[in-house]
Nanobody
Framework: QVQLVESGGGLVQAGGSLRLSCAAS????????MGWFRQAPGKEREFVAA??????????RDSVKGRFTISRYSTGTEVTVSLQMNSLKPEDTAVYYC??????????????????WGKGTLVTVSS
């Protein structure tokens, strides 16, 4: 059974930090690109960051460059992907979703998507 389980969301003041984690299991996610998307209230889902299967490539949206860092590690066939978020702003408030796709470009292209999704974790940044 494929599972992508996010954790680490919560309430933080502007300027603070949070670290999101996603545990992916049920497939050999070692060979999948992993990413994070977010959806703010009343807005469409948007891409945040992605990392290739071997960590050789990473890509983040312009609005979070320099503040968010994506990383990953594997334990057997289970993969954990993290999103370190620093200098958080109220506009970062959203439900953050973990995603996985065998094709890295599927995650990063405009209006990109993924084969597998987590259920999301809420990040709220207060001003």
């Amino acid at each position: 059974q494929v599972q992508l389980v996010e954790s680490g969301g919560g309430l933080v003041q502007a300027g603070g930090s949070l670290r999101l984690s996603c545990a992916a299991s049920g497939r050999t996610f070692n060979y999948y690109a992993m990413g994070w998307f977010r959806q703010a209230p009343g807005k469409e889902r948007e891409f945040v960051a992605a990392i290739s299967w071997n960590s050789g490539d990473t890509y983040t949206r312009d609005s979070v460059k320099g503040r968010f860092t994506i990383s990953r590690y594997s334990t057997g066939t289970e993969v954990t992907v993290s999103l370190q978020m620093n200098s958080l702003k109220p506009e970062d408030t959203a439900v953050y979703y973990c995603a996985a796709d065998v094709n890295y470009n599927s995650l990063i292209r405009p209006l990109g998507g993924a084969q597998y999704w987590g259920k999301g974790t809420l990040v709220t940044v207060s001003s």
